[in-house]
């Protein structure tokens, strides 16, 4: 069984495709057609450096998958030429103006740092509350219980957020192309020839899923919250400062959004260990992201397929450069309009073609 390291992820109407070379984009457009690029990877870090050490690697990694996943999904919006690009408002050439950068640009970033923010509010301040409510009610937990209970909370958020966006119809088209995308790798794996038919008959479910990243970043952040507040009550008089006022203990439960990073890392090594082992450890630790994936990928149909299998080739056998799709150049079909009837030529009258013809004739005939 070959092994890959080429992954994806799944777009409107397309399917990304990254490997150590580059990044291959691929989207059905609105008139049927594939639109194709490929990015060569430009920054290289080497072997032993600070960016490649284990768990820094995978913070980078987070990071990357934030912004590269943002302006994949902006460039296949433009890829897919449902309309003509519409003219940027006021607000966004004063954005532009700025920053010194396209609109887009801005816009995108802006759009990262309000999902980190709504990321923030309901994975670390909702928990903390509900926390808080259940003190209320039930009296002072431990820092230890605290951890935990937040852990869970944020666990069911999850699942609840994963299940609620499933249903939506757009969504769900999505997680189609996801698993056409799971479908093309397991089929490159399993050694078959790569055509939609093939590709069909494989797994949708696969040990290297982001899915499976963020379910073990929920888990790996309950085992590290609550082992860094079990050793901190080990501190002498940490307990004493802890419940000496509400701020301290508020304090102390936003110092542990300062984790994220460490719990980024360590689950993307985590991942990647129980993606390339299969002793029974690895398999409990991916189980329960290889199940939530039944939600988070769906059976594609066979154009879907189509796309998938472009750009996973796309992204194993390359171009030398850059390939770069022209949406202005390439545009969509327009719908063919019934072609109106011509009107019929008056017989006395001779047609412009035929009257050069006749006059050709007659020059001939004088010169003989």
Known sequence: MKKTDIGGQAVIEGVMMRSEKGTALVVRRSDGSLAKEFHH?????????????????????????????????????????????????????????RFNKSAMDVMKWIAIFLAAVLAIALFFLL???????????????????????QGLVRLVIFLLYIFGISRIKDIKRVFMYHGAEHKTIACYEAELPMTPENAA????????????????T??????????????CTLIPGFSVWHDASKLNSFLFRLARIVLILPIAGISYEVLKAAAKRDNLVC???????????HLTTQEPTEDMLEVAIASFELALHPPKGDLEFDTKAEKPAEPQKP??????????????????????????EVGA
């Open 218 to 231: 929920m888990a790996v952040s309950i085992v590290v919250t609550t082992v860094v507040s079990a050793l």
């Open 41 to 97: 990877q430009r920054t290289r870090y080497k072997k032993g450096s600070f960016p490649t050490w284990p768990v820094v690697h995978g913070v980078y990694a987070f990071f990357k998958a934030l912004s590269d996943g943002m302006s994949i999904t902006t460039r296949a919006a433009e890829l897919l030429g449902e309309e003509e690009a519409e003219e940027p408002s006021k607000f966004e050439k004063w954005l532009a103006k």
């Open 201 to 216: 008959k494989c797994t949708r479910l696969h040990p290297r899923c982001g899915t499976n990243y963020l379910f073990l």
């Open 127 to 149: 928990p903390i509350g509900v926390v808080s409510l259940l003190e209320l009610i039930f009296g002072k937990m431990s820092p230890v219980w605290s951890a935990v209970v």
């Open 339 to 364: 072609a109106e009837p011509k009107p019929e030529s008056d017989p006395e009258e001779p047609k412009p073609d035929e009257s050069a013809k006749a006059s050709e004739e007659a020059k001939g």
């Open 283 to 293: 398999r409990i630790a991916r189980a329960p992201g290889l199940a939530l994936q």
